[in-house]
T-cell receptor, first 117, second 119 residues
């Protein structure tokens, strides 16, 4: 069964606008971690933001924030003030188990974001 | 942030030959590294978990005799695609865990990937 679901295959967003990328997950573990990565056309995976299952506050990293709704098992990424350089594929990923566990990541299908001028 | 390198960045080989891909953590020690493959327009699929000094743990459906993984040191893991065939053509990405980072984050840093084309 799919553990990470990203329902938006692609999105267009205008420069300087905010965009929300959806991510829902499925786990029975109490301890887990949620990640967002950006993959530009060059292929490298760039870490954006992390949320632990026990973190009470939503994670923020600059223009990125993670809207963590534990009861709904969702971990949406919000990018504020979009820039042309934000055009890329975005992946949501989950690590089941505590931070000191093996740390295997399971990835969603990804959302292609295109920022237009 | 921590840096992970991969070599080569791209390789073309003939069917039946073997190809070795290196993954190095440049400024931290990585007791655990992961190997992923990614087909065009698709997500990353974990192939195996590589632990320094021990055998790799392969995901279901991944042939361990075809994809040989060696993690001989704390900064180097290698993936060898043996007897490569055109269907092995893919983007191979490694990642390394920085255990010395934030305890809660336990970040994984990814290499830039290796594009393998088998002709």
């Amino acid at each position: 069964a799919q553990k990470i679901t990203q329902t938006q295959p692609g999105m267009f967003v205008q420069e300087k606008e905010a965009v929300t990328l959806d991510c829902t997950y499925d786990t029975s573990d109490q301890s887990y971690g949620l990640f967002w990565y950006k993959q530009p056309s060059s292929g490298e995976m760039i870490f954006l933001i992390y949320q632990g299952s026990y973190d009470e506050q939503n994670a923020t990293e600059g223009r990125y924030s993670l809207n963590f709704q534990k009861a709904r098992k969702s971990a949406n990424l919000v990018i504020s003030a979009s820039q042309l350089g934000d055009s890329a594929m975005y992946f949501c990923a989950m690590r089941e188990g505590p931070a000191d566990s093996w740390g295997k990541l399971q990835f969603g299908a990804g959302t292609q974001v295109v920022v237009t001028p | 942030g921590a840096v992970v390198s991969q070599h080569p960045s791209w390789v073309i080989c003939k069917s039946g030959t073997s190809v070795k891909i290196e993954c190095r953590s440049l400024d931290f020690q990585a007791t655990t590294m992961f190997w992923y493959r990614q087909f065009p327009k698709q997500s990353l699929m974990l192939m195996a978990t590589s632990n320094e000094g021990s055998k790799a743990t392969y995901e279901q459906g991944v042939e361990k005799d075809k994809f040989l993984i060696n993690h001989a040191s704390l900064t180097l893991s290698t993936l060898t695609v043996t007897s490569a065939h055109p269907e092995d053509s893919s983007f191979y990405i490694c990642s390394a865990r920085d255990w010395g980072g934030l305890a809660g984050g336990a970040k994984q840093y990814f290499g830039p990937g290796t594009r393998l084309t088998v002709t």
